[in-house]
């Protein structure tokens, strides 16, 4: 399938990330303003189709110096199992920036797409704190 990987938020349409964002698990119930706010202060990609709909969004916060937490990363429900997801996390984890940092996710779900690039579960040690407890 014919893609282009976009780098930047002011190349992401809103409303496009906010589309792919619903259809998750994790942030199905964000607001279109917290969406914005998170892309506002993150690294973010996105993947593109040849006819221009963004079909795929991940998202970096970093120190860049030791870490980097890699989240958010969705691809359109319709297109999933075509290597999109896996050509996104290359061109991500491929980048210079992120290069000797220590990479972070949360997820439950794609593991064996995140073992093609060396992540490991971490045998119970990730925690997480819920703003709403």
């Not at 189709?49 to 319709?78: H, K, N, Q, S």
């Not at 896996?86 to 210079?96: E, F, N, R, S």
Request: aromatic share 8%; with cysteine; hydrophobic share 40%.
């Amino acid at each position: 399938m014919n893609h282009t990987i976009v780098e930047g938020r002011e190349n992401l349409p809103l409303e496009d990330v906010v589309r792919l964002l619903k259809t998750t698990y994790w942030a199905k119930n964000r607001t279109p303003e917290q969406i914005e706010t998170s892309m506002r202060h993150s690294a973010c990609y996105g993947v593109r189709l040849e006819d221009g709909r963004l079909v795929g969004f991940a998202r970096v916060i970093t120190d860049r110096a030791t870490t980097y937490y890699l989240c958010d990363v969705v691809i359109d429900e319709a297109l999933r199992g075509q290597g999109l997801g896996t050509a996104l996390v290359a061109h991500i984890v491929a980048l210079p920036e992120y290069a000797g940092l220590r990479g972070l996710l949360l997820t439950r779900d794609a593991h064996d797409l995140y073992r093609k690039f060396g992540y490991e579960p971490l045998n119970g040690r990730a925690m997480a704190k819920n703003p709403n407890r």
